[in-house]
């Protein structure tokens, strides 16, 4: 929870960003909120990401059904495995925007989804956030079509990698 103080400014450069590219996506309120992010934190899903000794980045791992995902159109899900881990809420800092960190970000994510004794990691991002959807097809994810989330401009493309067995 101290981290909050340095997690909360990355959100508002990365909402604030994402205005300036044209998207509503965390617009209007229906961004990650500091209570969104304390329950991250309570629930262990919470990472924080470090260049040298500052937090730079942050993500959230969700465990369980995501009922966004439970309604995919103009394709489906690889239903190889029993259960899947999401990739939420990733945000990087003005700071070191440009420099790839956000694809360090997501190798350290797939790392600990199977480090927690996940194959299936499933992750969303807005149409237009195409910086977001380079980093996540640059980490090998495959579309696998639209889901809807429960907010205006909630239409998401969807995206999954399916590690192998080890």
């Known amino acids: 929870m101290e981290d909050l103080a340095c997690i909360l400014?990355?959100?508002?450069?990365a909402r604030e960003f994402l205005r300036e590219q044209g998207s509503p996506q965390w617009q209007s309120g229906h961004g990650p909120t500091q209570t969104v992010l304390e329950e991250d934190i309570q629930r262990g899903e919470g990472y924080v990401f470090l260049l040298g000794d500052e937090i730079f980045g942050?993500?959230?791992?969700?465990?369980?059904?995501?009922?966004?995902?439970?309604?995919?159109?103009?394709?489906q899900w690889d239903s190889t495995c029993e259960r899947y881990l999401s990739i939420h809420r990733v945000a990087v800092s003005s700071r070191v925007r440009g420099m790839g960190l956000a694809c360090q970000m997501m190798e350290h994510l797939i790392a600990a989804a199977?480090?927690?004794?996940?194959r299936d990691i499933r992750v969303d991002t807005y149409h237009r956030n195409q910086i977001m959807?380079?980093?996540?097809l640059g980490a090998g994810f495959l579309w696998r079509g639209m889901v809807l989330l429960p907010i205006?401009?909630?239409?998401?493309?969807?995206?999954q990698l399916v590690l192998p067995e080890e």
């Open 133 to 136: 959807e380079r980093v996540i």
């Open 58 to 75: 942050y993500s959230a791992l969700v465990e369980g059904v995501d009922e966004s995902y439970t309604n995919i159109t103009q394709g």
């Open 9 to 13: 400014p990355i959100f508002q450069e």
């Open 114 to 118: 199977r480090r927690l004794g996940y």
């Open 152 to 159: 205006p401009n909630g239409e998401r493309k969807a995206f």
